[in-house]
Nanobody
Framework: QVQLVESGGGSVQTGGSLRLSCALF????????IAWFRQAPGKEREGVAT??????RYTDSVKGRFTISRDNAKNTLYLQMNNLKPEDTAMYYC???????????????????WGQGTQVTVSS
């Protein structure tokens, strides 16, 4: 059973930076696809970024500000968030599923492993 544990959230002012981490436990091998999602109050869960080998994909609103990376030796996924804006305020989740890239990555229903989330709050 795969378990995901996020950390690194917090409160920052506009323009600030945070680095989120997602530790992957219970992974025993095979092709696993992972991504970052976020959910603001009253809004649907939104795909933020994903990484597949060396290919990274981002939702348009974070391109140029966020960077996703992974350390396979540590089974850890990262999300470096720079130039944060109030609209980035949300609970951020790490998600995973087994299998290859499906031609889409931002659909939350495709993922069957989720972390507990880490809160990011950006004040103006």
């Amino acid at each position: 059973q795969v378990q995901l544990v996020e950390s690194g959230g917090g409160s920052v002012q506009t323009g600030g930076s945070l680095r989120l981490s997602c530790a992957l436990f219970g992974y025993t091998g095979g092709n696993i696809y992972i991504a970052w999602f976020r959910q603001a109050p009253g809004k649907e869960r939104e795909g933020v970024a994903t990484i597949d080998t060396d290919v990274t994909r981002y939702t348009d609103s974070v391109k140029g500000r966020f960077t996703i990376s992974r350390d396979n030796a540590k089974n850890t996924l990262y999300l470096q968030m720079n130039n944060l804006k109030p609209e980035d305020t949300a609970m951020y989740y790490c998600a995973a599923r087994y299998g290859p890239y499906l031609g889409r990555w931002e659909k939350a229903a495709d993922y069957n492993f989720w972390g507990q989330g880490t809160q990011v709050t950006v004040s103006s």
